[in-house]
T-cell receptor
Framework: DAGVIQSPRHEVTEMGQEVTLRCKPISGHDYLFWYRQTMMRGLELLIYFNNNVPIDDSGMPEDRFSAKMPNASFSTLKIQPSEPRDSAVYFC??????????FGPGTRLTVL | AQSVAQPEDQVNVAEGNPLTVKCTYSVSGNPYLFWYVQYPNRGLQFLLKYITGDNLVKGSYGFEAEFNKSQTSFHLKKPSALVSDSALYFCAVRDPGTGRRALTFGSGTRLQVQP
């Protein structure tokens, strides 16, 4: 198995632009999680899905952030408009039921 | 609410010596506990977990952790540290009684193993 796949690995954009991060979970996993990691705030859960349905989005910082999971093999996290304070590493992770989560390599986002 | 604390920002140990990275947790029920490791510019990698059963859990790369319910702790240990163990370590907890599937992560402990 290729593991959790994220794209792009690096993204540099200017303030105000739309940013879309992509994730392909491990096949057969029924949970998908989006996290954000920064030096100041550590690892924060943004949102998670179960069987493609959003379960808890209480960690999404504001309305500029949105996430979708149109099918079991694909999810997106969108930021529109982006701001410099959104600069962080964004991780996607997946798991099967109660088991451990497997993380992707992350997308390093820089908003200028 | 579930929470986890890693009281040390950094742990320094000499190669060949035993290492311990501390973790304490707070949940209302019986916890599911996890340790992850993060190498520079990489995602988190699963090391080991405690769900139920034996309090001593063995995991990847020679690591083990001991679940102590009375002290609400789940410290990560290794008998002999390697320089290649230098990384950022995260403890995480989930309270299955809440129905919430997401993990709560600690702030991380940076392990530095000196040659």
């Amino acid at each position: 198995d290729a593991g959790v796949i994220q794209s792009p690995r690096h993204e540099v954009t200017e303030m105000g632009q739309e940013v879309t991060l992509r994730c392909k979970p491990i096949s057969g996993h029924d949970y998908l999680f989006w996290y954000r990691q920064t030096m100041m705030r550590g690892l924060e859960l943004l949102i998670y899905f179960n069987n493609n349905v959003p379960i808890d989005d209480s960690g999404m910082p504001e309305d500029r952030f949105s996430a979708k999971m149109p099918n079991a093999s694909f999810s997106t996290l969108k930021i529109q408009p982006s701001e410099p304070r959104d600069s962080a590493v964004y991780f996607c992770a997946s798991s099967f039921q109660y088991n451990e989560q497997f993380f992707g390599p992350g997308t390093r986002l820089t908003v200028l | 609410a579930q929470s986890v604390a890693q009281p040390e920002d950094q742990v320094n140990v000499a190669e060949g010596n035993p290492l311990t990275v501390k973790c304490t947790y707070s949940v209302s029920g019986n916890p599911y506990l996890f340790w992850y490791v993060q190498y520079p510019n990489r995602g988190l990698q699963f090391l080991l977990k405690y769900i139920t059963g034996d309090n001593l859990v063995k995991g990847s790369y020679g690591f083990e952790a001991e679940f102590n319910k009375s002290q609400t702790s789940f410290h990560l240990k290794k008998p002999s540290a390697l320089v290649s163990d230098s990384a950022l370590y995260f403890c995480a907890v989930r309270d299955p009684g809440t129905g919430r599937r997401a993990l709560t992560f600690g702030s991380g402990t940076r392990l530095q193993v000196q040659p």
